[in-house]
């Protein structure tokens, strides 16, 4: 520990620490650009020069370590007059143009103008202009404005992985720019928005739509991936006009996914349904909810009078709260139906666990692990944040390695690699379990049969990274989760994470899928593969929302009678005998559970959308007008208290209560590699017109195969194909994947192009287009 | 790290690629980033100037972004980034230059050649730069031939002797 003393203030700090750091620790303000706690340091902004005793001219604060011993002085004379020196240099070339700029009000160089700023300046000269750059759908630029602290730049290369933004030229003529003809395209690009401390970059979903000042500021919780990052919802006149994170080092740190960031676009569109609607005589008339009610407790109690409680099965999104999910199973189980499905894009059903399935541990915890092996996952589009949470925990030691069905780059350095073909998801897993047991030389897991497993190379590789390694942990990615081997899957990183003393982690794909699974709404298994006479559908899109989206729309179709409970209108049109309109995650309260297992609760940001109701209302009434016990609830909160009820965390457990026999099957002939794409996820999401612009929701509209596949198919790059699953076909664009294994075509599932194919695993045939 | 884009035909000559691959040797192996000032230089000396296909070319071949290298490539002035003549003359006009007459030795070429720097002539011979500091100052003025070749005392007779070698 160093003695230091900062504006007369005596603190001890450890050593290797910053004047800045030890500024921070007492609440010193010192003014600065280039800074940011997150990422490394530059120094080349000088805004946060202080005076140092005995130093011969004042020193960067963020650049200086602290010596025993050292006075720092943030305000004498010399640090003001140097403050003011670089600030009137940092103003030269910045425009005067404040009253139409995006950031005024939250620009940190106008705060700091006016607290250490001189109000004119010696410069008289021309101010130089830059080109603006085209950086995609998300971030608008005004490049005369940059200050060139290199925030954005190093945020880039060292939060996302990969450096997308560069200072190109020198001296007056340096410019922030992406490389010529590139946009970014980073997942978790829009942070550079909250980075830039002056009007650079700007949000150009909202650029010009509001300031500052009027937005409110409220909290919420990120309804889509399984994080449950914190946000702050900023809302004028009873609509949502911006998503910024809310700081949460436990779980988003400061950052925000894009899907998080951007997807409120939606609660805004023209797709939203506000009024509750009938189908009568193939008309679709709109109706009250006092009518509409009735016809729905009326049609569903008919249904299970004619056909039994087996013949209604309700299906909702896993990124529904805890609340909705409690009362919808609530409803169902007084109408005694039992399948409550929030899980429709699994295949397997046959997992059953002690408790409910997590992380495994906290997000903290799973940084602090010296080896992780992911399995089945496309990290970056699944979880964004967890992502960049891994790929800094590399960055200090971590050896991360991949069992997976592509060679998407993750950013990051490996420790090893295994790909293989989509349906031998579970032999890759086998490969690495016997490498451990030939390793350890242990007998096998039982009930795993290893003898036909061939262990390749990097298969060894990731068995010797988990290799002496106390903190360790097996993750089960998305399309783990999806395979129809899932419970084979399941048990041999269960056995893997049991040889290696690691935890075995359930990352989850939803916002609320360990709330989901607390609640018990994941019965009934496929609730399509024998069309059902009834269905409720909560915030679910059969078609896009279910493992195998043709079979689930055709069993809608069939089916006499369907609730559709949505914010959109959608497609439900065709299918839906009514529609209710029901509040998206912010316009009602409400609690989600997030992957490590924690509670987050959160109010409505805004009122609802015409005669929208929020879902745990409309289950309360329905539950009166049925005359069940048990629906006098007063707030969501009751609600919440009722549904997670005692220690929540005690009933998180990931061991499986029976064992699950495993051995290795081959596979050939062309397979579908069926991937929920990041920006089709949910009925929000689809709906955001700016995400839907990105590369990543383009490369969505593609098949994507490998060069010697693409050959065999007699296919050309960037030609048409076309491809075919069971019944139904669909004509997309060919793009060569060097990641993929032969054989291997991915297509996209849950996506309007798509909607016609099968499974998201099976065989397929690809055409010339 | 990779991308999924590499370009998959070279454009480099494999003696060029060799170089290369002796530059990277130079560093340790997760570091191949060090190496792109000497990749960069190499494609040049081959291809005359850099174009942005090249610089990204080169930026996968090291496995580095190709905004790392476009950085690089843009900050040095010794890398040409637009097409240069025959011979590329660079004249220091840095403060000890200039005190000892580089501002007359690149006003006489200008003259002589009938361009400005950054300019090429019209038989596409000569193309005038003006360079920093080359760390010659007591040779001063000096002037580069082709990056590589220094020389020195540019005098207008000296001028027009060298402008006669390279003819």
């Known amino acids: ?769 | 790290m990779s991308t999924n884009n590499l370009t998959t035909h070279n454009l480099l000559s494999a003696e060029s690629l060799a170089q290369i691959d002796r530059e990277v040797a130079k560093y340790p192996a997760d570091q191949a980033r060090s190496a792109v000032m000497g990749a960069l230089r190499i494609a040049q000396v081959e291809k005359r100037y850099l174009t942005n296909d090249m610089i990204e070319f080169i930026a996968n071949y090291l496995g580095i972004a190709p905004m790392m290298a476009y950085e690089v490539a843009t900050f040095y002035n010794m890398y040409d980034m637009k097409p240069v003549g025959k011979h590329k003359l660079t004249v220091c006009t840095n403060l000890p230059c200039a005190l000892s007459g580089g501002y007359t030795t690149a006003n006489y070429l200008k003259q002589k050649l009938g361009i400005d720097f950054n300019e090429t002539t019209a038989d596409g011979k000569f193309t005038l730069k003006e360079g920093e500091c080359m760390g010659a100052c007591g040779y001063a003025p000096v002037m580069l031939v082709n990056n590589h070749s220094m020389c020195n005392h540019m005098t207008p007779e000296a001028i027009d002797k060298k402008l006669a070698e390279l003819e």
């Open chain 1, 1 to 769: 520990m160093l003695e230091i003393e900062i504006d007369g203030k005596k603190l001890t700090v450890p050593g290797g620490s910053t004047v800045m750091d030890a500024a921070n620790s007492i609440g010193v303000h010192i003014p600065h650009f280039c800074y940011h706690k997150k990422l490394s340091i530059a120094a080349n902004c000088r805004m946060c020069l202080v005076q140092v005793e005995k130093a011969p001219k004042p020193l960067p604060a963020c650049a200086t370590p602290v010596t025993d011993g050292m006075k720092v002085f943030t305000h004498s004379d010399q640090a003001v007059t140097a403050q003011k020196g670089v600030m009137e240099f940092l103003l030269i070339n910045h425009p005067l143009d404040c009253p139409i700029c995006d950031q005024g009000g939250e620009c940190q160089l106008q705060d700091l103008a006016v607290g250490y700023g001189q109000s004119g300046s010696d410069y008289a000269e021309e101010k130089r202009v830059v080109a603006n750059k085209d950086l995609g759908p998300l971030i608008s630029t005004d490049m005369t404005r940059c200050i060139h602290c290199s925030r954005c730049v190093r945020f880039t290369e060292e939060i996302a992985g990969f450096q997308e933004l560069g200072m190109a030229n020198r001296g007056e003529f340096t410019e922030v720019m992406p490389f010529i003809g590139k946009t970014v395209n980073s997942e978790i690009s829009g942070n550079v928005i909250d980075l830039c401390p002056v009007g650079a970059l700007t949000s150009k979903p909202f650029r010009y739509t509001a300031r500052t000042w009027e937005l409110s500021r409220r909290k919420s919780v990120g309804a889509h991936d399984g994080l449950g990052s914190n946000l702050i919802v900023q809302v004028k006149n009873n609509k949502v006009m911006r998503v910024l994170p809310l700081e949460n080092e436990a779980i988003n740190e400061c950052w925000l996914s894009d899907r998080d960031r951007y997807s409120y676009e939606a609660l805004n569109s023209q797709e939203r349904l506000t009024k509750p609607m009938i189908k009568q005589g193939g008309v679709w008339q709109e109706a009250d909810w006092q009518t509409a009610l009735e016809y729905v407790a009326n049609g569903l109690k008919q249904v299970v009078a004619e056909h039994g409680k087996d013949s209604v099965a309700a299906v909702a999104s896993a990124n529904s709260t805890v609340e909705e999910l409690f009362t919808l199973r609530k409803l169902m189980a007084g109408l005694g139906v039992e399948a409550v499905q929030a899980f429709a894009r699994n295949a397997d059903f046959s997992v059953k666990t002690q408790g409910a399935k997590w992380l495994g541990q906290s997000l903290e915890e799973l940084s602090q692990n010296e080896a992780v092996l992911i399995v089945g996952s496309t990290v970056r589009k699944e979880q964004p944040l967890l992502a960049q949470r891994l790929r800094q925990a590399v960055k200090k030691g971590m050896a991360l390695s991949l069992v997976n069905v592509h060679g998407d780059d993750l950013l990051t350095k490996l420790a090893g690699e295994v790909i293989v073909r989509p349906d031998q998801l579970l032999e890759g897993l086998l490969q690495v379990v016997k490498a451990v047991v030939e390793l350890k030389s242990v007998a096998a897991p039982a009930g795993i049969d290893l003898a036909n497993v061939v262990v390749s190379d990097a298969a060894r590789a990731i068995a010797n990274s988990f290799e002496g390694k106390a903190k360790a942990a097996v993750l089960l990615g998305n399309i783990a989760q999806t395979s129809a081997r899932y419970a084979e899957i399941y048990a041999a990183a269960a056995a893997l994470a049991a040889l290696t003393g690691a935890k075995l982690g359930v990352p989850a794909v939803a916002a609320n899928s360990v709330g989901a699974e607390l609640i018990g709404a994941d019965l009934g298994g496929n609730v399509f593969a024998a069309a059902k006479k009834a269905y409720v559908f909560v915030g679910v899109e059969p078609e896009f929302d279910a493992h195998n989206g043709s079979q689930a729309l055709a069993a809608a179709k069939q089916a006499e009678m369907v609730v559709v409970m949505s914010a959109f209108q959608s497609c439900a049109m065709d299918y839906a005998d009514v529609l209710l309109p029901i509040s998206p995650f912010t316009e009602t309260s409400g609690t989600f559970v997030n992957m490590e297992g924690k509670a987050q609760s959160f109010n409505g940001v805004v009122r609802p959308l015409g005669e929208t109701r929020p879902a745990w209302k409309v289950f309360r009434v329905l539950g009166n007008v049925l005359g069940f016990n048990g629906f006098d609830y007063n707030s969501s909160e009751e609600i919440r208290d009722e549904a997670l009820a005692g220690d929540t965390a005690a009933r998180l457990n990931n061991t499986l209560t029976s064992a699950v026999a495993v051995s290795a099957k081959s596979a050939q002939g062309l397979v579908r590699l069926g991937e929920v794409p990041v920006y089709q996820g949910d009925a929000i999401v689809r709906r955001a017109p700016s995400l839907q612009a990105t590369a990543d929701a383009a490369l969505a509209t593609t098949v994507r195969l490998n060069a010697a596949t693409i050959a065999k198919l007699g296919l050309v790059d960037g030609g048409k194909a076309i491809v075919k699953q069971g019944q139904g076909s669909a004509e997309l664009t060919v793009k060569l994947d060097a990641g993929l294994l032969d054989d291997v075509v991915r297509v996209a599932t849950s996506h309007p192009l798509t909607r016609d194919l099968g499974e998201m695993v099976g065989a397929v045939e690809v055409l010339k287009g």
